[in-house]
């Protein structure tokens, strides 16, 4: 089983500012990391697909980088909508796994 | 546009089995362009694939759920099903059901039912 690990857990961030978060696969998954969205109380939103692909209607501050083990989501110029918690989720190999998440707060 | 909503009960005793089910509206669960499955999530907690299906194709669960896991469609009602055997505590969770497309992420997800167990 491939087991994503994010980094950080927590982070406290003001609005307009950066934030990046960091998923390390424990092997290598290639491009097959996705990054979704979650608000309290609802499902998932899927925000980029492949490491790097905008999905449909996803607002362009935010943006994915990364290949084989390590990859980053970031958010440019934070809104106060973007407080959420983060995931990411690989598709390589079975079993689908996930990030345990990274919760985003507005200061 | 595709909808799915999870229905089922929300509290199961321990040792029974839960059930649940998903009803798509505005694609047909016999798509064979997609793979329809479930995710689950405790509460606080991060996000479980339990297992999917691509009809016609066959089924594929997680190996810690494997031998307690079905899921299975009902063409007739447009439905995907998951059945969970002896449960315990730790399989309370919000259970969801999602679409993906082959080698791609879960892009269309129900709101989620929340299932308890306990006695």
């Known amino acids: 089983e491939i087991v994503l690990t994010q980094s950080p857990d927590f982070q406290s961030v003001a609005a307009k500012e950066t934030v990046t978060i960091t998923c390390r696969a424990s092997q290598n998954i290639g491009s097959s990391l996705h990054w979704f969205q979650q608000k309290p109380g609802q499902s998932p939103e899927l925000l980029i697909k492949f490491g790097s692909q905008s999905f449909s209607g996803v607002p362009s501050r935010f943006s994915g980088s990364g290949s084989g083990t390590d990859f980053t989501l970031t958010i440019n110029s934070l809104e106060a909508e973007d407080a959420a918690t983060y995931f990411c989720?690989?598709?390589?190999?079975?079993?689908?796994?996930f990030g345990q998440g990274t919760k985003v707060e507005i200061k | 546009q595709l909808q799915l909503q999870e229905s089922g009960p929300g509290l199961v005793k321990p040792s029974e089995t839960l059930s649940l089910i998903c009803t798509a509206s505005g694609d047909s669960i016999t798509d064979t362009n997609y793979y329809w499955g479930w995710i689950r999530q405790p509460p606080g907690k991060g996000l479980e694939w339990i297992g999917s299906i691509y009809y016609g194709g066959g089924t594929y669960y997680h190996p810690s759920l494997r031998s307690r896991v079905t899921v299975f469609v009902d063409k007739s009602k447009n439905q995907l099903s998951l059945r969970l055997t002896s449960v315990t505590a730790a399989d309370t969770a919000v259970y969801y059901c999602?679409?993906?497309?082959?080698?791609?992420?879960?892009?269309?997800w129900g709101q989620g039912t929340l299932v308890t167990v306990s006695s």
């Open positions: 999602a679409r993906r497309a082959p080698n791609s992420p879960y892009n269309y």
């Open positions: 989720h690989q598709t390589s190999s079975l079993p689908q796994t």
